[in-house]
Nanobody, 122 residues
Framework: QVQLVESGGGLVQAGGSLRLSCAASGGTFSISGMGWFRQAPGKEREFVAS????????YYADSVKGRFTISRDNARNTVYLQMNSLKVVDTAVYYC???????????????WGQGTQVTVSS
């Protein structure tokens, strides 16, 4: 049974930083692409970033490019999202997602974490 558990969310001022973590158990983490998505109140869930199984490829939404960095540690079955220069518009619940392929894509797989709230104040 695949389980994804996010942590690291919280309240931060605009311009600040946070690092999200997603610990995976079950399944085949080390050969799966992993992604982060987010959902703001009243909006649809949207793609943020993804990373290939080996960590050598990553994709980012245009809105976070240059500010967010996705990484992974296969020895710890964990994927991270380093978020710098946070903006109020980044406020959302952030979800970890295990993709259906080993490469990095913008397409969500079937497995989701419970989400972690990120709130950026002005």
């Amino acid at each position: 049974q695949v389980q994804l558990v996010e942590s690291g969310g919280g309240l931060v001022q605009a311009g600040g930083s946070l690092r999200l973590s997603c610990a995976a158990s079950g399944g085949t983490f080390s050969i799966s692409g992993m992604g982060w998505f987010r959902q703001a109140p009243g909006k649809e869930r949207e793609f943020v970033a993804s990373i290939s199984w080996s960590g050598d490829r990553a994709y980012y939404a245009d809105s976070v490019k240059g500010r967010f960095t996705i990484s992974r540690d296969n020895a710890r079955n964990t994927v991270y999202l380093q978020m710098n220069s946070l903006k109020v518009v980044d406020t959302a619940v952030y979800y970890c997602n295990r993709q259906t392929t080993s490469i990095a894509t913008t397409v969500a797989g079937q497995y989701w974490g419970q989400g972690t709230q990120v709130t950026v104040s002005s």
